[in-house]
């Protein structure tokens, strides 16, 4: 009796060991399947913007940081210092603080954020008086990604 008891709590915490580190298999989906036709990299979709202020794309990229899980927050390496910002459209979507250090192919919308000095009236981060010519955003943060679908590759 004493080594059923026994076996049964082996067991048990077994399989509760097992159950905290799942590994994130290729394939794995949050939100929609993206579509992976005309997929880009993530280090070029700047420059596939050109002028444009916001373009539905598919990107590949790897992910450096999962900011906030719940909302599917994260953050996603664009080449050369440069950071995409990155959420679900839906909130309900919870991602795994995993996914981080993963390349990842995300579906959604890449939208340009405006520069304070470009004396756009949508700039967002304008700063009114003398200061308003002076004040930078961060150029490593220039773009963010509003996610549809992702789909973890590697």
Do not use: C
């Not at 915490?13 to 097992?18: D, G, H, K, P, R």
């Not at 005309?38 to 202020?53: F, I, P, R």
Request: proline share 3%; net charge positive.
């Amino acid at each position: 009796m004493k080594h059923l008891f026994l076996m049964v709590i082996f067991f048990l915490n077994l399989t509760v060991f097992a159950q905290k580190h799942t590994p994130l298999p290729h394939g794995m989906v949050f939100g929609v399947r993206p579509n992976i036709t005309a997929m880009v990299d993530a280090a070029k979709v700047e420059a596939l913007m050109g002028k444009k202020t916001r373009i539905n794309t598919t990107i590949r990229g790897w992910v450096t940081k999962v900011t906030k899980q719940k909302g599917g927050w994260f953050e996603l390496d664009a080449g050369k210092g440069k950071i995409i910002a990155a959420h679900f459209k839906s909130y309900t979507i919870t991602i795994p603080a995993d996914l981080k250090g993963k390349i990842v192919i995300a579906e959604g919308i890449a939208e340009k954020q405006f520069m304070a000095d470009d004396l756009q009236h949508f700039a967002g981060d304008t700063v009114s008086g003398k200061k308003q010519h002076m004040e930078k955003t961060d150029p490593k943060r220039r773009l963010t990604f509003e996610v549809k679908g992702l789909m973890v590759d590697q």
